[in-house]
């Protein structure tokens, strides 16, 4: 059951993607209830051109009076990518966030261009079922507050079939084959959802992955990271991160890599599973957090690893907003002053490895010492010292323990 209605007439901005719940929404906003429909779609990475044009054509053959592209990936990255990066952040220690931060900086842009249109509404197409609609509904109301949310497919809880006979009605044609994977491609991952996500045992197929394996043989990858952020790719510089993003996702999907299923907490309570191909996510990732454990002191990474994990929870539930948020990047940018050098990966079918970095900051110099073998900066009387005052307290614990036992006895 609907939950709100607005005059006829009354200005609405749609996040729109062209598919099937957004086509039935614009659809529906205009013949059913005579609003004047702007729609908008955010581009995070998931577009080619000439998508971008398709879709356009798509919403002014619907009806709209007005449609707007805006190209938000290198904002994107600036914005979010760039801390999941900072912070290592894997949700579950799996899942590189794929969807739930692309989908936050879109509700962000939709909220903007509702305000620029001084719109009288904001209308997004999610479910009732996922976690999308909280992150949508939650960033709206706290961008936009009092403008009202519209989302007919969650009150109306129409099923596929449903929205496809109402379109269908109104002279708009689609594909009425049910896809069976989902599939949804941004900067940062792709995510893939089917039957076999639905259950807790199965694997996809290798027909569902968005990019087939063509590669066999073993490749090397130099990854060059200056305070933090992937600046170039083997001897190719970037003028931005996110380009270097889509370098490496093309040159190291084909590998297979990257490809696994997460099984989560949503935000509604529910257990869910889905695919996700997201080959240069995971690169960085693991190549940045082996140049963090060269150049950052061990407490750095500690207090690191607890606030990451935190921050990417937060983040996956659409808490961007929330301003401890900008504390815990602060803290990230801090930690990542020296994390600059370079990271060498192999690539492998499936897999990958990392065999070394090289940094101007390394404090595993042999200036100092090497592990297990020597040291030059202190010596065994130093050690022998250290030691007993490092465990002195907990020393004194065990002889008063043992003193009181005795005195018992």
């Known amino acids: 059951m609907e939950q709100h209605s607005l005059p006829s007439g009354s200005k609405v901005v749609l996040g729109f993607s062209g598919g099937l719940d957004t086509t039935f929404c614009v659809k529906y906003f205009i013949e059913e209830k005579g609003y004047e429909v702007h729609t908008v779609i955010v581009n995070t990475g998931g577009f080619t051109t000439t998508e971008l044009a398709q879709i356009e054509q798509h919403a002014y053959q619907l009806g709209v009076t007005s449609h707007t592209c805006i190209d ?71 961008m936009i507050p009092g403008t009202t949310i519209l989302t007919p497919i ?66 090397t990858v130099a990854l060059h990271f200056v305070k933090g952020e992937m600046v170039a790719v083997n001897d190719i510089t970037f003028e931005h ?5 889509q370098y490496l996702q093309q040159l190291a999907a084909p590998f297979g890599i990257g490809r696994d299923i ?92 990392i065999i070394g970095i090289e940094s101007a900051f390394d404090l595993m110099s042999a200036e100092f010492g090497k592990y297990g073998e020597m040291n030059t900066g202190y010596t065994g009387d130093d050690v022998r010292g250290f030691s007993k005052i490092f465990g002195n307290q907990t020393a004194i614990y065990h002889q008063v323990k043992n003193s009181a036992h005795a005195t018992k006895n």
């Open 154 to 219: 969650r009150d109306l809880q129409l099923s596929r079939t449903a929205e496809i006979n109402y379109l269908q009605s109104k002279g708009v044609q689609m594909n009425v084959e049910k896809s069976k994977y989902s599939i949804n491609k941004g900067l940062w991952g792709t995510s893939v959802g089917g039957v076999e996500t639905l259950e807790s045992m199965g694997m996809l197929p290798e027909s569902a992955w968005p990019t087939p394996i063509t590669k066999h043989t073993t490749e």
């Open 241 to 245: 991160p996110s380009d270097a993003i």
């Open 262 to 353: 997460h099984v989560g907490d949503t935000i509604i309570g529910i257990k869910g599973r889905v695919g996700f191909e997201a080959a240069a996510p995971m690169l960085i990732i693991k190549a940045h957090h082996a140049l963090e454990k060269h150049v950052l002191t061990k407490w750095q990474l500690n207090w690191k690893d607890q606030l990451a994990l935190f921050y990417g929870n937060w983040l996956h539930e659409g808490q961007i907003l929330d301003p401890v948020m900008r504390d815990i990047e602060a803290y990230f940018e801090s930690t990542q002053q020296q994390v600059t050098g370079k990271v060498l990966l192999q690539l492998l079918p499936h897999h990958f490895q």
């Open 72 to 142: 938000a990936v290198k904002n994107y990255y600036d914005s979010i990518i760039k801390y999941l990066v900072f912070g290592n952040c894997l949700k579950n220690n799996t899942y590189p966030l794929s969807v739930s931060a692309e989908r936050l900086s879109q509700a962000l842009c939709i909220a903007e261009h509702t305000k620029k249109l001084n719109a009288d509404a904001v209308a997004h197409g999610s479910t009732g079922a996922g976690n999308d609609q909280v992150r949508f509904d939650m960033i709206f109301n706290i």
